[in-house]
């Protein structure tokens, strides 16, 4: 190896090592309000979450109750269509009007959406609509969020609480239906409802 090239060996060395010198320095300074630390916070967030549900399996003694958290974890390691399975077979097990059909219903449709399948996301969800409408159009709302859909979401929150202040249909949700309905006006394009 001639002078001339360790130099230029030894300079793109030391420059490479500079360099990642800085993005280290960079990542430290700015942790925990980084892609990084993002990235680190939502993986542990999900290692927990699957250890939490392996014990919850492990621990129920019901057997749909333990269904459902099978499916669910099936869902989190990633196994979308076991999930699916799970979840439609407790739903059409339980059959309609209990909670176990409204919850796996719901987590059904979150799954159909996380396996790339939005239109039967969306219509798992209006296919609550007869039996349990606030929790339909709530669903329904948030699926056309993350959409990027503001006017249908603000409309069907907007007619959720209509009826929920007839009927109580939202429940415990009520409060996160106003929240995200709130968040929507002020940070939506102006409109008709957005001006009430």
Not at 166 to 178: F, I, T, V, Y
Request: positive net charge; glycine residues 10%.
């Amino acid at each position: 190896m001639t002078p001339r090239i360790r130099r230029w060996a030894y300079l793109c060395g030391l420059g490479a090592t500079i360099g990642l010198g800085v993005i280290a320095v960079v990542i430290l300074v700015t942790w925990p309000n980084n892609a990084v630390a993002d990235h680190v916070l939502i993986w542990r967030a999900q290692r927990e979450l699957v250890r939490g549900l392996e014990r919850r399996v492990a621990a129920e003694a019901d057997p749909e109750t333990r269904a459902y958290y099978q499916a669910w974890l099936a869902e989190e390691r990633g196994d979308l269509p076991g999930a699916i399975r799970g979840f439609q077979a407790l739903r059409d097990a339980a059959g309609p009007g209990t909670v176990l059909y409204l919850e796996s219903s719901l987590r059904l449709g979150l799954v159909y959406g996380k396996n790339h399948d939005p239109g039967r996301e969306l219509a798992t969800y209006q296919g609550l609509m007869a039996r349990y409408p606030g929790a339909s159009r709530l669903s329904q709302a948030t699926f056309h969020l993350r959409q990027g859909e503001q006017a249908p979401a603000r409309r069907l929150l907007e007619d959720a609480l209509a009826q929920d202040a007839e009927d109580g249909s939202l429940g415990q949700h009520r409060k996160l239906a106003r929240v995200i309905l709130n968040g929507i006006r002020h940070d939506g394009p102006a409109g008709p409802a957005a001006s009430r």
